[in-house]
């Protein structure tokens, strides 16, 4: 069983930064692609990013391209999102994701595993 847990939500005001993490446990995180989806209140979950295994590719919904970035550490089996540049539309629940079927899967928001999320409002 995969397990992911996520820190380093918050309230920040428009045109900060917060940084996301999302540790995992139970298997090889290497095997792994990793995504980021948020919710916002009364929308549908949509992708934010994604990160290879290796992390030798990245995705990025066209909404945060060039403000937010997706890295990962395999040997701290943890993924990040660093937000810069906040506006207070990227206000939602932020949960990471994770599957070893490929970046299509997690991208299409239908991986096998996922964290419980962590809130972060942006303020205007």
């Known amino acids: 069983q995969v397990q992911l847990v996520e820190s380093g939500g918050g309230l920040v005001q428009a045109g900060g930064s917060l940084s996301l993490s999302c540790a995992v446990s139970g298997r090889t995180f290497s095997n792994y692609v990793m995504g980021w989806f948020r919710q916002a209140p009364g929308k549908e979950r949509e992708f934010v990013a994604a990160i290879t295994g290796s992390g030798g590719q990245t995705y990025y919904a066209d909404s945060v391209k060039g403000r937010f970035t997706i890295s990962r550490e395999n040997d701290k089996n943890t993924v990040y999102l660093q937000m810069n540049s906040l506006k207070p539309e990227d206000t939602a629940v932020y949960s990471c994701?994770?599957?070893?079927?490929?970046?299509?899967?997690?991208?299409?928001?239908?991986?096998?595993?996922w964290g419980q999320g962590t809130q972060v409002t942006v303020s205007s």
């Open positions: 994701a994770a599957d070893d079927r490929g970046s299509y899967t997690v991208r299409s928001g239908v991986a096998n595993f």
